[in-house]
């Protein structure tokens, strides 16, 4: 096709002249100056229609001559003259040399050859290319397996499908729609979902036989606008219809997204049957609708999400648990009302014909028939927003290459839609991400098909550090620094003695009564000291362990400022009484405020009788008082005060069968030491006669 006469076309390029030098040279194999020569002849034929330049012999360089110009110099005004030939040249259309355009796959060297409007030819490369005759399990073996060994060991992955509608996004996925009983040709035609779903459960049944506790589960969701809704329950939004959803749940767990990375939308899988009934079902419940370049168009975003869990050692008390996610993101096409034709069956609310109102439509009319162009605003707005968080991850990655701190980096979007703030482990965190953009070689959408190009290309030069990895291996470092030192601490508590060793230093005096003047007198001082022996070399190995040990513990409390309060809470707390709210400091001791439950506790009833009688003479030969101006810990308390205080419940439990005591023992032991506190304000001397009293009473002399 002779490209070279376009004119007027919008997708029209003019290549720059550089790469109009290679390839003349490549095709003619003639010099750079050459090259140039030719392809300015070739532009001048086409503004006049004929070679205006002259021949000099047989060579092919020409005298750089133009109409008008043969003698500038003796002219009085050149502006006269180069005013009416610039006009010339910007009423002539400029030559077009080609449409945008891809022009070859090459699926070897993984790059695609484009015309650009930028930049004329351009070269995109990728990490893999795959041409039109790809199959579905090539394209699963060489880009989507080793993310499914990443999931199965434990590391987080996503595939992120990115494209213009009707290229083939929603087919590379899931493959074509299948009901019932699965052919050979059917699972030839496979997607990615599928073939993960069948190799993951192949793994989850093979370690479920070997005694493991397996736990897969799945998630299916629809995103449309700011609403997420669960395609394996009818479509229904995210969120509603849950008990308690503004009462029960955190402020941040109000929106959708939340619910399904919080797992409130997953249903668990047992068997591959199951995983393609689940599938099946998501699928027919998809908000799908034919437009004018594709029949079964996807009117939203899909995600489907795979959730593993693996518990390791069930039979330890240290029972760990291996969590991952795998992220299938199926969004929906970008596309042109021109070209979709969404809009054609769109309205205006009021239709005047000659100043008279012919018809008018109620606003739900209206919203109807825009239902389309809403579906299509949606769907861009949050591919764009997905453009933004790549953008500026890529200009994240470039700035901390260039020594930009961290703070001074810039912000990340992930917040401008329910997309990206659902996807923000796949774009930014730490899983493992692939990108797979579908492009059309239809000349007709060569621009977006570009832009689908540069847009895998952004997406391809940013890099991820991967802190879950990082924060995972420091601490399997601090726990292997902790098995060296405790093996350290019994080597010392083994080698080391004690030993004592007799220091010899000079000492320097004056003689007695001079005060400093007059004669010096020096002598040697023999100084005893006991010192540790016997293990120095594993006291200095345990003094770097420990060293190492502080630095780790440092790097580990700058990856995990990302932790939920509720888990961290959770594990400082384990195997708390008290569920990490502290204990009471009065908890124990008599005071006013103790309350008749605390009674049923014996140290709190032997405190309290402490309090109360241990001024007596009588205390020291009943109790065993020896510290009777002091107050003491619960577990300094004398003996004596609890058995005092288990006598007295003795008694309390005789009283109660013989029917004189209806009081609990806390009431009835709260009462006593009330009623004895008042009457030893009154009269002090009373309190040597109330322990006489309880001394026969309880039997205690």
């Known amino acids: 096709m002779n490209i070279s006469n376009l004119v007027n076309d919008e997708d029209g390029v003019v290549l720059p002249l550089h790469q109009k030098v290679q390839l003349v040279r490549k095709q003619l194999g003639c010099t750079s100056k050459e090259a140039v020569s030719l392809i300015m002849r070739k532009q001048q034929r086409l503004k006049t229609g004929k070679d205006t330049l002259e021949s000099a012999g047989d060579s092919i360089f020409q005298p750089c001559l133009s109409p008008g110009y043969a003698n500038k110099e003796n002219l009085e005004s050149n502006n006269a003259l180069i005013e009416p030939i610039e006009k010339n040249v910007e009423m002539d259309d400029v030559a077009i040399d080609v449409r945008c355009s891809i022009l070859s796959v090459q699926e070897e060297k993984a790059s695609v050859l484009a015309v650009t409007k930028n930049s004329g030819l351009h070269d995109f490369a990728f990490d893999r290319v795959f041409g039109e005759r790809s199959s579905q399990p090539q394209v699963y073996e060489a880009a989507a397996r080793r993310l499914v060994m990443e999931f199965l060991n434990g590391t987080s992955a996503s595939i992120i499908c990115y494209g213009q509608t009707a290229s083939g996004k929603t087919h590379t996925m899931f493959g074509p729609p299948t009901t019932g009983q699965l052919t050979v040709a059917d699972h030839q035609m496979q997607g990615l979902v599928p073939r993960t779903c069948a190799e993951v459960l192949q793994a989850v049944d093979h370690w479920r036989s070997r005694g493991l506790e397996v736990r897969l589960s799945a998630s299916y969701v629809e995103l449309f606008g700011s609403e997420v809704s669960d395609l394996l329950r009818e479509g229904r939004v995210v969120g509603q219809h849950r008990e ?81 996610r795998f992220y299938f993101a199926d969004l929906g096409g970008s596309e042109q009302l021109s070209k979709s034709k969404v809009d054609a069956a769109t309205k205006a609310p009021v239709l005047v014909v000659g100043g008279e109102e012919q018809s008018r439509l109620t606003w739900q009319e209206y919203n109807l028939h825009r239902q389309r162009v809403y579906e299509t605003l949606n769907i861009n707005k949050g591919l764009f927003s997905l453009k933004r968080v790549i953008e500026a991850l890529h200009q994240r990655c470039r700035m901390a290459q260039e020594g930009v701190p961290t703070h001074a980096l810039p912000y990340v979007p992930y917040q401008d839609s329910k997309l990206t703030m659902l996807l923000q482990e796949a774009l930014g965190g730490s899983a493992r991400t692939l990108i797979i953009t579908t492009v059309t070689m239809d000349p007709s959408h060569a621009e977006e098909s570009l832009q689908t190009l540069r847009f895998a290309e952004t997406c391809a030069q940013v890099q991820k550090r991967r802190e879950a990895d990082q924060a995972a291996s420091i601490t399997l470092a601090l726990d292997k620094i902790e098995q060296e030192i405790q093996a350290l601490q019994a080597d010392i508590a083994q080698k080391e003695r004690w030993e004592t060793r007799f220091l010899r230093r000079q000492d320097r005096d004056t003689v007695a009564g001079a005060f400093g003047e007059g004669m010096m007198v020096e002598r040697t001082e023999v100084v005893p000291t006991s010192v540790l022996v016997g293990a120095e070399a594993e006291r200095e190995q345990l003094e770097a362990l420990l060293e190492r040990q502080a ?84 577990n300094e308390i004398p003996e004596g005060y609890h058995k005092a205080a288990r006598a007295m419940r003795e008694h309390w439990e005789d009283q109660v069968e013989k029917g004189q005591e209806h009081r609990s023992f806390g009431k009835a032991m709260l009462d006593r030491c009330t009623a004895w506190r008042g009457a030893f304000k009154q009269d002090t001397s009373s309190r040597d006669a109330a322990l006489s009293k309880l001394v026969q009473e309880c039997g205690l002399a």
């Open 244 to 324: 308690g959803r503004y009462s029960a749940v955190r402020a941040t767990d109000r929106v959708g997204h939340r619910y399904v990375l919080d797992g409130h939308t997953e249903w668990h899988i047992q068997s591959l049957e199951e995983l393609q009934e689940l599938l099946e079902h998501g699928d027919a419940a998809k908000r799908r609708a034919a437009t004018a370049m594709n029949e079964r168009s996807t009117r939203a975003h899909t995600v489907f999400v795979l959730s593993l869990q693996v518990r390791k050692d069930m039979d330890s008390a240290d029972a760990t648990i291996r969590q991952s």
């Open 551 to 634: 630095e780790l513990k440092g790097l580990c409390s700058m990856v995990d400022f990302g932790k939920d309060y509720r888990s961290m809470r959770l594990q400082d707390t384990k195997g708390a009484t008290d569920g990490g709210r502290g204990e009471d400091f009065r908890a124990g001791h008599f005071s006013a405020r103790t309350k008749a439950k605390d009674f049923e506790d014996e140290a709190v009833l032997a405190d309290a009788l402490r309090f109360l009688f241990r001024s007596c003479k009588d205390a020291e030969r009943v109790f065993g008082e020896l510290k009777a101006r002091t107050r003491l810990q619960r």
